[in-house]
Nanobody
Framework: QVQLVESGGGLVQPGGSLRLSCSAS????????MGWYRQAPGKQRELVAV???????NYADSVKGRFTISRDNAKNTVYLQMNSLKAEDTAVYFC????????WGQGTQVTVSS
């Protein structure tokens, strides 16, 4: 089992920034992929950004140039720096870990509103 603990969500004004963190613990298989998905009310869960153990990244087109994903392999932690936030970024953000199995965090709310 792998446990994921997320932090960093909250309320921010349009144009603002937030940084999400997700730390993994337990039976971690390497190499693996960690990252973030999000789900807005009434919509399906969608990819935001993921990063492999070697540092390869993949971003949703909607966040390219605004969000940056990074990870610290020694700490089994992934980060999502979100800049120039828009109202449409409002969602619950879920940490994702894919090794031998897929694991999800409990989700953290990000609300972008004035």
């Amino acid at each position: 089992q792998v446990q994921l603990v997320e932090s960093g969500g909250g309320l921010v004004q349009p144009g603002g920034s937030l940084r999400l963190s997700c730390s993994a613990s337990g039976n971690i298989f390497s190499p693996n992929i960690m990252g973030w998905y999000r789900q807005a009310p009434g919509k399906q869960r969608e990819l935001v950004a993921v990063i492999s153990s070697s540092g390869s990244t993949n971003y949703a087109d909607s966040v390219k140039g605004r969000f940056t994903i990074s990870r610290d392999n020694a700490k089994n932690t992934v980060y999502l720096q979100m800049n120039s936030l828009k109202a449409e970024d409002t969602a619950v953000y879920f940490c994702h870990h894919r090794g031998l199995r897929v694991y999800w965090g409990q989700g953290t709310q990000v609300t972008v509103s004035s």
